[in-house]
């Protein structure tokens, strides 16, 4: 069964950091791009940042530029975000999903729009709050 379960969440005050962690069953991250989305209360869910199969290739929402990092560690079968200096407009549930598209995998590329996104978790909440 494909499966993504993000955990690592909770309650931080502004400039605060959290690390979430995104673990697959069932399948190989090995071979999938993989993407951070996050969605606020009444809002559509927006990507935050992605990174390639391999990892050499990221990108950054600009709005956490500078202040998160995507890595991955195949091997664990798990792709990270270290997000620092909260600020309480991260304030979300954040998705790790999977990009299943293999000219993303062969151009080792990734993206950020969620109707590219395939296999999502079922969300880990993040409050930065004093």
């Known amino acids: 069964q494909f499966q993504l379960v993000e955990s690592g969440g909770g309650l931080v005050q502004p400039g605060g950091s959290l690390r979430l962690s995104c673990t697959a069953s069932?399948?190989?991250?090995?071979?999938?791009?993989m993407t951070w989305f996050r969605r606020a209360p009444g809002e559509e869910p927006a990507g935050v940042s992605c990174i390639s199969s391999s990892g050499s290739t990221t990108n950054y929402a600009d709005s956490v530029k500078g202040r998160f990092t995507i890595s991955r560690d195949n091997a664990k079968n798990t792709v990270y975000l270290q997000m620092n200096s909260l600020k309480p407009e991260d304030t979300a549930v954040y998705y790790c999903a999977a990009d299943t598209d293999p000219a993303i995998y062969y151009s080792d590329s990734c993206r950020t729009s969620r109707y590219d996104a395939e296999h999502w978790g079922q969300g880990t909440q993040v409050t930065v709050s004093s």
């Open positions: 069932g399948f190989t991250l090995n071979y999938y791009s």
